[in-house]
T-cell receptor, first 108, second 116 residues
């Protein structure tokens, strides 16, 4: 049983900021929050990981509130190539459970 | 390129065949994983090897048999598969494996398996 809940799909337009929220009400103290991106017929690719507050890297930001029961992946100024499935995972490396992910479609 | 390669990329086999999937990682990692991804289903973790020792086996049928001869290579031996085993089989590696470890997993491109 997946430990996370995310929207099944989202649409947006090129140049917009996209926020994908993940719910993880039963997150444990040791759990990190990790996001992956997957294109069709490819393996998932790591995007970002965090434990609390805010993490930013060259491709995305991750916002985690103090209670850590949810997290939001923020993709700035998306392009058509950001069309993919995005997975939110919680857990340590020993117990990663993958959910269905969010299919993000970027339109011109 | 993620540093993880898988061969073959596509495989069609009959239910009585025996075949093997190969994974190789060039990242110096110590843990390797096999996942199954069926259409419209989440990734299912099948096997995990840490330092060449199997540490996870998630109730996978015995018709799937993993082998990890060294930390860089991982095989999945297949025999007498069923049509429902058709899926994308993904290999991944990470630096470490274990409780509390949060190392990024690097995935290969996968092998698209079709069982007739």
């Amino acid at each position: 049983l997946a430990k996370t809940t995310q929207p099944i799909s989202m649409d947006s337009y090129e140049g917009q900021e996209v926020n994908i929220t993940c719910s993880h009400n039963n997150i444990a103290t040791n759990d990190y929050i990790t996001w992956y991106q997957q294109f069709p017929s490819q393996g998932p690719r790591f995007i970002i990981q965090g434990y609390k507050t805010k993490v930013t890297n060259e491709v995305a930001s991750l916002f985690i509130p103090a209670d850590r029961k949810s997290s939001t992946l923020s993709l700035p100024r998306v392009s058509l190539s950001d069309t993919a499935v995005y997975y939110c995972l919680v857990g340590d490396d020993y117990q990663l459970i993958w959910g269905a992910g969010t299919k993000l479609i970027i339109k011109p | 390129e993620t540093g993880v390669t898988q061969t073959p990329r596509h495989l069609v086999m009959g239910m009585t065949n025996k075949k093997s999937l190969k994974c190789e990682q060039h990242l110096g990692h110590n843990a390797m994983y096999w996942y199954k991804q069926s259409a419209k289903k989440p990734l299912e973790l099948m096997f995990v090897y840490s330092l060449e020792e199997r540490v996870e086996n998630n109730s996978v049928p015995s018709r799937f048999s993993p082998e990890c001869p060294n930390s860089s290579h991982l095989f999945l031996h297949l025999h007498t598969l069923q049509p429902e085993d058709s899926a994308l089989y993904l290999c991944a590696s990470s630096r470490l494996k274990g409780r509390g470890s949060t190392d990024t997993q690097y995935f290969g491109p996968g092998t698209r398996l079709t069982v007739l």
